[in-house]
C-alpha cells in the first residue's frame, strides 16, 4: 500500500507556465491539452477560443488575465498546470500561483529574449525556490535565435542554461529540433499533429556533436556522479546526462533549455517529456512547513498524515463558489470537515472538482500532492490554511502586494448602492490586491489595484457579471511619505481623567530616516516602562504610519527609538501607552522634515527606429529617465524609469505618436521622492 502510495505521488507534476505578455504562454498550454488528448482541437488565442483564456474579457483582450487550472496526463503521469497572467497588473496572480507550485515552465520569446516581465516573474520563481525548465518559444518568426535568447537568460536571468536542442532550420523553414541527449533529430510536418524520429540531417551533425560536447562539460562540471563518469570515459551516456539534468533543474543549479513554436505544434512533446524527467513530484520537494502556538510543524507529502492544505485563489461561478487549494498532506473527502485555521472556524466540503479551466470533473477525495477545487467553504479565501480539526496548523499565505492605483466608483443609479457595496466585497475577496474602503473626506468608495488595466478588468467584471452601470474616476497613485530629517528627545504626556480610572503615559521618542519599511525599538532602562507597555507604544506607533502630515499617506522608511518613559501605579495601562505612542510620533512627525514618495515604474517601448526620437521626447516630457537603448530585430528598446501618474493614458499617446506600431510594458519598481506640487492630497 505504501509503495502505492509512493509511486502515485512520484507520477503528479504541479508546475506554472511562467513568461512575458504575448510570449506564448497559453498557446504552449492550448498545445500541451492538445498533445495529451485532454483536448480534441487546438485552441487559438487571436480566435477567442482557448481553454484557459475563457473569460469573456481575456477573449476580447487577447491577454491571459486569471490563472486557470487545467489537468492532464503524459506518460502515465498526472500534469496539474496553472496558466498565469503575463501582465505586470496581474502579477500578485502569479505570486499566489507559484506558492503551491513545484516547478515551472519558463516560456521566452526567441525573438525578444528575456522581457521585463519576464524577468519580473523569473525573480518571483526565485524567491518561493521554484525549480524551472525553459522553453524558448516561436522560433518560426522572422529574426528568431535560439542562441540569442539563451545569452539573455544568461546574461539578465543569472541561472547556467544547459541547452538540449539544436533548431533545425530557421525560421519560416524551422521544421523540428536536435535531441542532443539521444542524438535525434524530431521532426514535425505541416499539418501533422505527430512528432517523427530520424537521424541527425548530416549537415547538422557535427555541430549537433560540439553541442553535445559543451552540454557533457557543463553538467560534469556542476554534478559529481557526471563528473567521475566524464574523467573515466571523457562522455556521458544519455541515461547519465538525463538523471544529472534532473538534479541539477530540482536543485536550481542549472536550467534546461527546450525551444520549438508552440503555434505551429512543433517541440510540445519533448517539453512535456522534459516536465516529466527533470521537473519534481511532490516527493521530491521538502515537507511543507508550518506553525502551532509558535512552534514550527512540518507536514510530509503523506496520504496517511494528518490533512493540510492552502488555498489559494477564490472564485464565484454559475455553479456556486469555488476555493482552489493545493494538498500538501492527507487526504480531503467529500462531506468532509475541515479546520479553516485562518478563520478559526470548522467548514464542510461539499463537493471536489478537478478543474479544467470553466469546467469541472467530480472527485471523490484529494489526496496529497492534488490541486483541486472545493465547493462549500464559506470562510476560506486566498491564503486560508485548512486543516485537520484535530491536527491544527497555519502554513505560511502568498505575499499581498500593496496597491499602487486607485479610482472612485459610485453607481449611476442610487437604488444600485447596495448591490455595487456587495460586488465589490466579492471583487476583494476573489483578488487579494485589490482593496475596497471609503474615502473619510469625501466619502466616495475608492478602488485600489495594482494599475489601470487591473482597475478596468474589476469594473468591466462588475459591469458584465451584474449588468450595473457604474462611474468611474480618474485614476490615482497611491503615494507615501517619508522621512527625510529626524526630531530627537520628542516628549508627550498623555493625561486623561474624567471619573473612575484616569489615563497616564509619558514618553519620549527620537525619530530618524530608514532605507525602507519602520523598525522600533527600546533603550528604556532601569524598568521605567515595562515590557508590555513598550509593546503597546510599538503598536501606537504602527497606529500613527497610517496617515502622514503631508497628505495623509501612508509613512514609512523610519526608524522609531523609545528612550525614555514613566509611569503612573494606578493609571499606567498598555491602552494608555499605545495612545501615547500614536499621538506622540504623529507630533513627532509634524517636527520632522517629511518627504512625498511617488511609485515609479521600469517602462520598456518598442517602437520603429523612426520614431525614436519622438517617443524620448514624450518621455521626457513625463520626467521619464532613459536607462537603455539598443535595437533588436530591426526595432528600437527604449528602457526608462518613468513615475506611474505620468503614464494614465500612455497607450493612447504611444499609439497615435507611431501609427499604431508601438507597443510598451511596464513593472513596478519602488518609490521614489516626488516633486513638491504632488505634496498636496
Known amino acids: 500500500m505504501r ?45 477567442g477560443t482557448t481553454v484557459t483564456d475563457f473569460d469573456p474579457q481575456e477573449r476580447d483582450r487577447g491577454i491571459t488575465i486569471f490563472a486557470a487550472a487545467v489537468s ?10 496553472i496558466d498565469t497572467p503575463g501582465h505586470v497588473d496581474f502579477a500578485d496572480e502569479v505570486e499566489r500561483s507559484l506558492r503551491v507550485l513545484d516547478g515551472a515552465v519558463a516560456v521566452f520569446d526567441a525573438v525578444a529574449g528575456v522581457e521585463p516581465q519576464s524577468e519580473s516573474v523569473w525573480r518571483q520563481a526565485d524567491r518561493h525556490g521554484v525549480p524551472r525548465i525553459a522553453f524558448v518559444n516561436k522560433l518560426d518568426r522572422a529574426g528568431a535565435d535560439l542562441d540569442t535568447a539563451v545569452a539573455s537568460i544568461r546574461d539578465r536571468l543569472h541561472p547556467v542554461p544547459l541547452v538540449v536542442q539544436l533548431p533545425i532550420g530557421a525560421e519560416d523553414a524551422f521544421t523540428g529540433v536536435v535531441d542532443l541527449l539521444h542524438m535525434r533529430a524530431l521532426t514535425w510536418e ?22 553535445r560536447r559543451l552540454l557533457e562539460e557543463a553538467v560534469a562540471e556542476r554534478h559529481p556522479a557526471a563528473l567521475e563518469e566524464f574523467c573515466d570515459r571523457e562522455t556521458l551516456s544519455a541515461g547519465t546526462l538525463s538523471s544529472a539534468l534532473r538534479d541539477l533543474t530540482r536543485t536550481g543549479d542549472g536550467v534546461v533549455v ?12 519533448p517539453l512535456l517529456d522534459a516536465v516529466v524527467d527533470y521537473l519534481p513530484s511532490p516527493l521530491d520537494v521538502p515537507a511543507v512547513r508550518g506553525t502551532h502556538d509558535g512552534a514550527d510543524v512540518r507536514r510530509p507529502a503523506d496520504p496517511g498524515a494528518p490533512f493540510a492544505a492552502l488555498a489559494f485563489k477564490v472564485s464565484a461561478t454559475s455553479t456556486g463558489r469555488l476555493t482552489y487549494v493545493r494538498v500538501y498532506s492527507g487526504t480531503m473527502e467529500k462531506g468532509d470537515t475541515v479546520w479553516d485555521a485562518t478563520a478559526g472556524r470548522g467548514e464542510r466540503v461539499g463537493r471536489l472538482l478537478r478543474v479544467q479551466a470553466d469546467r469541472h470533473e467530480q472527485l471523490e477525495r484529494a489526496v496529497a500532492g492534488d490541486i483541486v477545487a472545493v465547493v462549500g467553504l464559506k470562510s476560506a479565501r486566498a491564503g486560508s490554511t485548512l486543516c485537520a480539526p484535530d491536527a491544527p496548523l497555519v502554513l505560511e499565505p502568498p505575499g499581498v502586494a500593496d496597491p499602487v492605483v486607485s479610482v472612485a466608483v459610485e453607481p449611476r443609479r442610487s437604488t444600485d448602492t447596495e448591490r455595487l457595496v456587495t460586488a465589490l466585497a466579492r471583487l476583494a475577496e476573489e483578488d487579494p490586491s485589490l482593496t475596497v474602503r471609503t474615502d473619510a473626506e469625501t466619502g466616495q468608495t475608492v478602488l485600489s489595484g495594482m ?25 490615482r497613485v497611491t503615494y507615501r511619505e517619508t522621512v527625510a530629517r529626524g526630531v530627537s528627545g520628542l516628549l508627550f504626556r498623555h493625561v486623561k481623567q474624567d471619573g473612575g480610572a484616569g489615563q497616564f503615559a509619558h514618553v519620549v521618542l527620537d525619530v530618524q530616516p530608514l532605507e525602507d519599511g519602520f523598525d522600533f525599538r527600546s533603550v528604556v532602562v532601569g524598568g521605567r516602562v515595562p515590557q508590555e507597555y513598550v509593546r503597546a507604544v510599538e503598536a501606537g506607533c504602527r497606529d500613527a504610519l497610517a496617515e502622514g502630515p503631508l497628505g495623509g499617506h501612508t509613512v514609512t522608511g523610519l526608524r522609531v527609538t523609545l528612550t525614555d518613559g514613566a ?27 517629511m518627504l512625498l514618495l511617488e511609485p515609479v515604474v521600469e517602462v520598456t517601448v518598442t517602437v ?8 524620448l521626447g514624450d518621455l521626457a516630457a513625463r520626467r521619464g529617465r532613459v536607462t537603455d537603448s539598443q535595437v533588436r530585430g530591426g526595432a528600437a528598446v527604449v ?30 519598481t519602488g518609490y521614489a521622492p516626488a516633486p513638491a506640487v504632488a505634496a498636496t492630497p
Open 3 to 47: 509503495n502505492n502510495l509512493d509511486r502515485h505521488l512520484a507520477a503528479v507534476r504541479n508546475l506554472g507556465i511562467l513568461a512575458h505578455v504575448d510570449a506564448g504562454k497559453t498557446t504552449v498550454t492550448e498545445r500541451i491539452l492538445y498533445a495529451t488528448g485532454t483536448t480534441h482541437k487546438r485552441g487559438e488565442v487571436h480566435d
Open 72 to 81: 492532464c496526463a503524459w506518460r502515465d503521469h498526472r500534469v496539474n498546470l
Open 190 to 211: 505541416d499539418g501533422a499533429d505527430t512528432v517523427t524520429e530520424r537521424p541527425v540531417p548530416e549537415e547538422l551533425r557535427e555541430e549537433a556533436l560540439r553541442r
Open 258 to 269: 527546450l525551444c520549438g513554436s508552440a503555434y505551429r505544434n512543433r517541440g510540445v512533446e
Open 451 to 475: 494599475g489601470e488595466l487591473h482597475l478596468e478588468v474589476a469594473v468591466e467584471k462588475i459591469r458584465r457579471a451584474l449588468g450595473l452601470e457604474v462611474n468611474v474616476g480618474r485614476p
Open 567 to 593: 509611569t503612573h501605579v494606578k493609571d499606567s495601562s498598555e491602552t494608555a501607552f499605545r495612545t501615547a505612542g500614536r499621538l506622540a510620533l504623529r507630533e513627532a512627525l509634524r517636527g520632522c522634515a
Open 608 to 615: 520603429p527606429e523612426d520614431a525614436v526620437g519622438s517617443v
Open 639 to 668: 528602457t526608462a524609469t518613468v513615475p506611474l501618474a505620468e503614464l494614465f493614458g500612455y497607450a493612447t499617446r504611444l499609439r497615435s505618436r507611431t501609427q499604431g506600431r508601438g507597443t510598451f510594458t511596464a513593472r513596478p
